[in-house]
T-cell receptor
Framework: KAGVTQTPRYLIKTRGQQVTLSCSPI?????VSWYQQTPGQGLQFLFE???????NKGNFPGRFSGRQFSNSRSEMNVSTLELGDSALYLC????????????FGSGTRLTVV | QQQVKQSPQSLIVQKGGISIINCAYE??????FPWYQQFPGKGPALLIA?????SEKKEGRFTISFNKSAKQFSLHIMDSQPGDSATYFC??????????????FGQGTILTVHP
């Protein structure tokens, strides 16, 4: 059974650019969450999608957005990149509608220069 | 009120010893408390989780102890092995409510097990 797949694994972008990260959840999982991981702030929740609807959102600026497709695959977009957006972006999926048992992918390492 | 405080930040244990990591929370609406293990270059992997209706849960060498009145929970790793060397995160959520995918994580503990 394949795990959560995130692409690309590494990304280098310039300040002011935008970036799109992709997440394919475990087959059958309908809930997808996104997290940002940095050494200073740790793991912080970005947003969660279930059946193409955003049900929850963390305290991040509007430059951070996401969406989920009918096959449960999800993308997150960051516009007008800032140096502080450099982080490991993690996607997690869960089978259940309630928020138990999330399985994380290996993440996308974004570096903004 | 959303914070989860984790200690210690780092821990060094000899092979065969017991590793203990502690977490404290404030939000009484939290009803799900998982522990994750993360190796370098990988995402966090779910180790073990507990709900507040039980005081202890054991899976192999890993045990969660939960104290609802003190709002604290801890991870015990028995017979620690060098392969357990990783970063451990506690987390909490109102999984049965409206937290929808939101886990509140502790700051992490870097565990090193010496052979």
């Amino acid at each position: 059974k394949a795990g959560v797949t995130q692409t690309p694994r590494y990304l280098i972008k310039t300040r002011g650019q935008q970036v799109t990260l992709s997440c394919s959840p475990i087959s059958g999982h309908r809930s997808v969450s996104w997290y940002q991981q940095t050494p200073g702030q740790g793991l912080q929740f970005l947003f969660e999608y279930f059946s193409e609807t955003q049900r929850n959102k963390g305290n991040f600026p509007g430059r951070f957005s996401g969406r989920q497709f009918s096959n449960s695959r999800s993308e997150m977009n960051v516009s007008t990149l800032e140096l502080g957006d450099s982080a490991l972006y993690l996607c997690a999926s869960s089978l259940r509608q309630a928020s138990y048992g999330y399985t994380f992918g290996s993440g996308t390492r974004l570096t903004v220069v | 009120q959303q914070q989860v405080k984790q200690s210690p930040q780092s821990l060094i244990v000899q092979k065969g010893g017991i590793s203990i990591i502690n977490c404290a929370y404030e939000n009484t609406a939290f009803d799900y408390f998982p522990w994750y293990q993360q190796f370098p270059g990988k995402g966090p992997a779910l180790l073990i989780a507990i709900r507040p209706d039980v005081s202890e849960k054991k899976e192999g060498r890993f045990t969660i102890s939960f104290n609802k009145s003190a709002k604290q929970f801890s991870l015990h790793i028995m017979d620690s092995q060098p392969g357990d060397s990783a970063t451990y995160f506690c987390a909490a959520s109102n999984a049965g409510g409206t937290s929808y995918g939101k886990l509140t994580f502790g700051q992490g503990t870097i565990l090193t097990v010496h052979p």
